[in-house]
Structures are given as C-alpha cells and as structure tokens.
C-alpha cells in the first residue's frame, strides 16, 4: 500500500466524520422532522461512504473490501426505507396519482 | 490494556443504576429495562475480567466471554418472557404497573 | 506513556462516558418510547466498548441480539402498553424510599467498583487451560471452541432454556386461542418501502446470516448471531405482511426448534460410544460433528428467537387451511 493512498484513506475517513458531526448537529437543531431525516439520512449514506472508501486502502483483501461495500449497501437500502417510513407517518400516506 | 479499569468501572456503575431502576421505576416495561441495564453490566464485568485474563500470545481469555454469550441470550429470553407476562397482566387487569393496589402480587410471575 | 495509551484511554473513556450517559437516559426518560430508544442506543454503544475488550464474538451477539432482537421486542410492547401514566405515578414510590433505593444502589455499584480496582495482579484465568484442551481440534475460534467444547454442557443448556422460553410465552394465550398463529397480524404492503425492504433484503440477509453461523469455528460469528440475522429476515417479511407466523399447532414449526437441542443430545450420547463420555468429540471427527450441531442449532436459534419476537398466539385458529 502506497503512502499515498494511505493518506487518501485517511482524508476520506475524516471528511466521513465530519458528514457524521454536521449530520449530528443537524438532528439536534433542526426544528421538524423532514429536515432532521435529511440531516440524519445525509450522515448515514455519504459519510459512511466515505469511511468505508477511506477504509478500502487498508484491507487485506478483496472479500473484505466486498464485506466493507455490502455494509454500506445494507446501511443505505435500510436507512433510506427508515427515512420514508417515518416521512410518510409525519406526512400521511401520498395521495394516488 | 488500559480499557479494562475504565469498562470495568463502568460496569459496576451500570449495576448501581440498573439496580436502582429496578427499584424505583413503577411502570413494569421500565423495570425490565432497568433489569437489562443491570444484566449488561454485569456482563461488561465478565468482559473485563476476560480481557485481564487474556494469554501473552492470544487473545482475551475465551472462557468469560463465551459465558457472556450464553448469557446473552438467556436474557434475551428473560426479557421476551418478562414482556409477554406483562401484555397478558395488562391485558387482564389493564394494569402497567405490579404495585400491589392491583391486587397483583408483586412479582408478576403469579399475575397471568 | 505512549501517545498511542493517551489515544485509547480517551477514547475508552468517551466511550464509557457515552454508555452510562445513555443508561441513565434510558432509566429517566419521561416516556417508555424514548426510553426504548435510549436503551437501543445503549446497546450500541456497548457494543463498540465489547470491541475494544477484544471481544469481536460477544460484540455481534449484543448487537443482534442484546440490541436487535431485544429492541423489536421491547418496541413493539411499547406501542400495545400505551397510557396508564395516572396509574404509573400513583405507584410511584415516594422520596424516602427512592433515596433509600439509591443508598442501597450506591453501595452496590461502590462495593463491585472497589471488587475491580482491587483484581488481582497478575490475572487468574482458564485462557491456558481451555487452548490446551481445545487445541487438538482445529477451530480456530477460541470462544466457538470454549462454546462448544470446554463448555458445551452450558452450550446445550442454554439451547434447552429458548425451547422452554417459547413455551412459556406460548402458555400466556388464552385456551380459545391455542393453535392460532403468534403475535400481531400486519396488513399485506404491496407497495411502498417497507414491501420494497421486504422483498431486497431476505435474499441477502439469510447468505449473511448463514455465512455468520458458517465462519463462527474459525473467525468471530456463530449461530446465534447468524440464527438471529435469519430470524429478522423473516420478522422483516412478517412486518410487510408478506408472510403469515405458522399456527403453534404446525409440526415442522416445532421440529425446527426442537432440531438443535436434539441433534445436540444425540451427538453428546454418541460420545458415550466414540470418544470419553457425554459431549465429547474424537478428534478426528470433532469439527464435522461440530459443523452439524452448529448447523442444526443455527435453525433452531432462528425459529427461537423469531417465535419469541411474534409472541404468544392472538387469534382463535382458522378452521379451514
């Protein structure tokens, strides 16, 4: 592994958890839930994303990049169906086009 | 190495809380998670114990923590139990509570 | 000290800091929702403090089962326990006993805190004792090995309580009810997410589930983890309404959860014939008699742990199937 993948790793991780803190602070101080699920939604997919790429460099083979992949895959089906699950309580069900 | 102290700590004081929900708290789904809270630090106890037992060469001692394991489970079940009681308590008496102005021993195991 | 100590003693510490804050959450909260949520969260926290303890195996069962199974559980009393606040703050106890309760409390948590400042240096423990009489096996998982073999009596127990636990809460419907299905019935979701979820994830979760179960001899997993990750595919299809729970009166039901204690007691007995007595394997054929407990037992976990999330049986049984 090169340093400077390394280091593009790390960077990932970072800007990863800074998704995670804005998403955080989101949840807190947004005022309804719409935009809480936004807040919460955004942490979960995109920083998580980019933990999970900034963790490929540093895994010692491809099965366990595939197993890194599929959590995020498994966060992102489950947590976009949480987000409208809840939306579609605080909003009531889309009336029938 | 220095988790130990500091989980083990932790453990002993989510005892104490757990404990004290057990207590205090009137509504018998807080009880059970109180009760859970005190059986989680207890078995952080286990963990801690496990990991200063661990061998030079391997890891953490396996014996602790597979007990955790097995305990874990047998908590789930204590609690899915403990919860059914209470739905059928409620459902017969529309109770929430096992004070003993329901006419319910305390205890709950007797009242369904 | 290392930067590296200073690092993971902050960290540990934030983390210890993070669970008690969330325990105490959980125990004051105003309602029981949040307080559920609180105890979920909990949870997860604790298991990120089970792996900086080293212990990956204990750190999958708290999350899927301490957390996981427990919180659907807890969640869904939670919804069918709604009102009777009057009731609750009449029972609740008043500020004499609540500070003797505390004292009590108090001491507890002080005395087992001085019991894990004063543990002994250096440690006792059975690591050395449970590789030498595992070792000869060949699992490469000490705690599957312990599981297994070291403490497999616990093991077959343990697997015995979860029949009799399904039992149990089966015995809380009324007599009209006995051959009904378990537990709530959820209207069918053609359309929506929770159909969609329904629907994506069972085909992956249950080769998740399964590898789970499968690694659990030789890397952290096992089949109660892997049996718990099945039982939620199933709980996730039962919630969309895309699967009714089988009638209590079904025998494959039955059979499944029987399976692993049973396939358990007979290779334990065979023991008496193949090798040193009850629950001991021959070396040469212990990991695939192993494999063939662990395989039954991961079924029966899933059938457990799903019967128990559904509940005793609601409904009179159908007449006509």
Redo the contacts between chains.
Sequence with gaps: MSAVLAFLGLLAVAAGAGFFVAGTAGVIRFPDTPSRLHALTKADNLGLGLVVLGLLPFVPGWFFALKLLLVWALVLLSGATAAQLIAERVRGPEPPA | M????????????????????L????????K???F??LG?GV???F?????????AG??????P??????G??????????A??????M?QIT????I?E?DGAEPGGSDA? | MTLD?VL??VL??LL?AL??AA??W??AAPA?FP??IG?VG??LL?TL??V????P??AL??AA??TG??GV??LL??V??R??EE???????GRA??LA??L???A???A??L???A?PDP??????E??ARTAPLGLGN??A???MV??GL??LL?SV??VF?VL??WS?APDRHWGGRPGPEFPRQDDGPLALLARLLPPVGLVIGIYIAWVGTDAPG?K?QGGTILAAMWVVAWAAGLVQAPSVADRRVRLMLVAGPLVFVLVGLAGFGIADGFLAYPPALAKPLILVIEAAMTLS?AAA?AL??A??PEHPPERVT
Aim: glycine share 16%.
């Design positions: 220095s988790g130990a102290p500091i989980f083990g700590l932790t453990g002993a004081a989510l005892v104490g809380l757990g404990l004290f929900g207590l205090v708290q009137a509504a018998v789904l807080r059970i998670l109180a859970n809270l989680a078995f952080l106890l963990g801690v114990v496990a990991q200063r037992g661990g061998t391997g890891g953490a001692d396996a014996v923590q597979a007990m955790v394991i097995t874990l489970v047998v908590a789930f079940a204590a609690t899915a139990l919860v059914v009681v209470a739905l059928r409620h529309g109770a929430a509570t004070s102005s369904a | 100590g993971a003693g540990d510490g210890a669970v008690l325990a105490g959980t125990l029981a307080a559920t105890f909990f949870g604790l403090a089970w900086r303890l080293g212990a195996d204990v069962t708290e089962i301490g199974a427990t559980i807890l009393a939670v069918r326990l009102g009777g009731e609750v703050s009449a029972a609740t106890p006993l609540v309760a505390g009590l409390a108090g507890v948590g002080l087992l805190a019991a894990v400042l543990l440690a006792p423990g059975l690591a050395a449970a590789a000490p705690v090995a312990v599981l070291f403490r616990d093991t343990e309580v979860l636990t149990a809460v809380m096992g109660f976990v742990l128990l999330i509940g005793p």
